[in-house]
């Protein structure tokens, strides 16, 4: 079976070549840090998405109106078992005008959904391509990720004492947690790290300790490195209620959270309390 290249498509209001230009005005629209040259064939520049990482590029094909090739002819990628992955592979944007306006397909050749990084750079891509690439046709101006201050709180009924269900908030995030865990959480001031893989960090404190009550964890420090995100200075809360024998749990995310991903927040708490933590309360394991 052919592997399926990640594809993006708009269409805007602007002459072909003009859309070129744009393209190449890679810093306006692409949200990185940029060096080097990106407007003539076999140009080359550099794109780094934080930390050690780094891509080169070099434009191996451009046709103004018609088709502007990028191939990655290096690359570093930190977060990944496989740190080469985009090298070799090419972005291609395939330009035609219709109506009156100009309809840009664009292909990552070489990101197919059977490697590592897919699951990161596709939802990165379309918004790069379909948000902000589009603004910066239409108004000049490209449409960088945007942080916003949110709530979000999930419920839980728990059929365990308060006691109880306080115990294992303190004593047993490793048991529960979706992510590795390192250090310790069951007294105030404690410090402890959640980790997946390379590419996510947090570290957190626990910031408020109210027995069979309440606990707080405040992330002091974090780092996402695929798009060099960080979410210092969220709280999650977790507040009880005793319910005769049962408890009531009340989680909140109360942080910032980028534009477009307050859906995967959502499936992200829903998931750690309503199933993770409450399969191990009652059945003793997470999953």
């Keep these: 079976m052919e592997k399926k290249n990640f594809q993006s498509s708009i269409t805007a209001s602007i002459s072909a070549g003009e859309a070129t230009k744009k393209i190449s005005k890679v810093p306006e629209w692409w949200g990185v840090t940029f060096s080097g040259d ?76 059977d490697v590592e990084c897919y699951k990161d750079c596709e939802p990165g891509w379309s918004h790069w391509i379909r948000t902000s690439l589009l603004s910066y046709f239409t108004t000049g101006k490209g449409q960088f990720k945007q942080r916003k201050m949110i709530k979000y709180s999930v419920s839980v009924d728990l059929p365990k004492p308060s006691n109880v269900v306080f115990g294992h908030l303190l004593n047993d995030v490793s048991k529960f947690w979706p992510e590795d865990f390192k250090g310790e959480s069951n007294k105030l001031n404690d410090e402890f790290v959640f980790t ?44 009880l209620t005793p319910k005769g024998d049962n408890t009531l749990l ?27 933590f409450y399969n191990f309360v009652v059945n003793g394991k997470a999953k």
């Design 38 to 113: 990106s407007e003539k064939q076999n140009d080359k520049f550099v794109v780094k998405m934080g930390g050690d990482s780094f891509f080169n590029f070099t434009i191996t094909e451009l046709v103004p109106g018609k088709r502007v090739v990028w191939l990655v002819t290096d690359c570093h990628m930190p977060w990944y078992s496989n740190k080469k992955e985009w090298a070799n592979t090419k972005l291609i944007f395939d330009l035609s005008e219709s109506n009156g306006g100009t309809i840009v397909n664009f292909t990552h050749e070489g990101l197919t959904p």
């Design 196 to 239: 997946t893989g390379e590419t996510h960090y947090s570290k957190n404190k626990v910031a408020e300790l109210v027995p069979n009550k309440k606990v707080v964890w405040l992330v002091t420090d974090s780092i996402r490195k695929t798009d060099n995100y960080n979410w210092t200075g969220t709280k999650m809360i977790f507040e």
């Design 250 to 276: 009340k989680f909140t995310y109360d942080g910032p959270i980028l534009e477009n991903e307050y859906e995967r927040l959502v499936q992200i708490c829903d998931m750690c309390i309503k199933e993770m």
